[in-house]
């Protein structure tokens, strides 16, 4: 029977048939299902969305959909942070090789063609893009690492924007959160129109930019003075790859911010604490979520009030008591307490 679904039911939780859709709501509306009436749809019982009623083997029971939405979350999560694990991999292995590259003697002409190849100057960088641009025609995705984005950079990119746009191309951004607060950005994509998309997330991969899927660009240093062009379709693939998952889990600019469902923190002190429960220091999160240090040190201060925290210790074990070390919880919980405080609701 367990085969027979998987071929019939090709779908995970996040996705169901109509028939699963149909008897699941069903079970959660009346508290149990007929095991019968289950039969045409083996996939609730393969995804654990139903489940025997331990006191009449007759009839199932469903999961909580709150239980269900909290396992599709946390494993979005780890499929995202697997990703960006990965892509921090390969950018560290691209250093390396570019710099054996440098301390050998260079081949008279590298190739306009080349799978790799490394921009050493911002000059040779804007020429590249600038070329890239010239030659795209339907798509651009761009990751946008760091806080608000200034001015200066928003307009040093625009020229190149207005003429894919000019084009037909389609363009797709993803920030961090933070960049919401920029009334730059707010007006580039007012001034870009329905050319440009743009997504949020808590933090992102390092800058990462890709014309038509074919080439893709990214950083070779830390302070972005070389790039690596690279044409090879494994990686280009690969990296189109993690921009779509990431792109799938990132929320609409124009959507508000979920709630943390936790009374007196918000979304941004939710991300500090998660990073702070991975034993990070606050430089660190303060460059993963794009804000400044000072910033972070006080939503921290807050975290510490909030929580009843009199020492960053006692913090951590605070964040652990009230579920915020890992993936926000979507749904009712019931009345938190942490010890020597009051009780705290989380909504």
């Given at each position: ?7 019939e ?45 331990p006191?009449d ?59 790799i ?20 025609t339907?798509?651009?995705l ?12 928003l ?23 933070v960049a ?27 800058r ?19 790039a ?13 790859t ?25 979304h ?17 999160i ?27 210790t ?20 019931p ?7 009051e ?5």
């Amino acid at each position: 029977m367990a085969g027979h679904g998987a071929e019939e039911h090709p779908h995970g939780a996040d996705r169901l048939c109509e028939a699963g859709d149909r008897v699941y709501s069903r079970a959660v509306r009346r508290g149990r299902v007929a095991r019968r009436d289950a039969d045409p749809v083996p996939c609730l019982l393969e995804l654990a969305l139903l489940h025997p009623d331990p006191d009449d083997m007759d009839w199932l029971v469903p999961t909580s959909p709150q239980e269900v939405m909290t396992r599709l979350l946390r494993g979005m999560y780890d499929e995202v942070s697997a990703s960006q694990r990965r892509v921090g991999s390969a950018v560290a292995a691209f250093e390396w090789y570019a710099g054996l590259g440098r301390q050998v003697q260079p081949a008279p002409s590298a190739g306009e063609g080349s799978a790799i190849r490394v921009l050493d100057g911002l000059a040779r960088i804007q020429a590249a893009m600038d070329e890239a641009t010239q030659a795209c025609t339907t798509e651009v995705l761009t990751v946008q690492p760091g806080g608000i984005r200034r001015e200066a950079e928003l307009s040093e990119g625009l020229h190149r924007a207005l003429t894919l746009r000019g084009r037909g191309v389609r363009m797709r951004d993803l920030y961090t959160h933070v960049a919401r607060h920029g009334q730059g950005l707010l007006n580039y994509l007012e001034l870009m129109g329905d050319a440009v998309e743009a997504r949020t997330l808590d933090e992102v991969i390092d800058r990462l930019i890709l014309f038509d899927r074919t080439v893709a660009f990214i950083p070779a240093n830390t302070d972005r003075t070389m790039a690596l062009e690279l044409r090879h379709p494994a990686i280009v693939e690969y990296l189109v790859t993690v921009f779509e998952r990431l792109w799938r889990l990132a929320i609409p600019l124009t959507a508000p911010l979920p709630d943390t469902g936790i009374e007196g923190i918000s979304h941004r002190e939710q991300s500090i604490a998660a990073l702070l429960a991975e034993g990070h220091q606050d430089a660190v999160i303060a460059e993963r979520l794009g804000i400044s240090v000072r910033t972070c040190r006080a939503h921290i201060a807050r975290l510490s009030e909030t929580l009843g925290a009199a020492s960053r210790t006692q913090l951590g074990v605070r964040i652990a008591q009230v579920g915020l070390d890992g993936p926000p919880r979507p749904a009712a919980s019931p009345t938190l307490s942490v010890p020597g405080q009051e009780s705290r609701t989380v909504r």
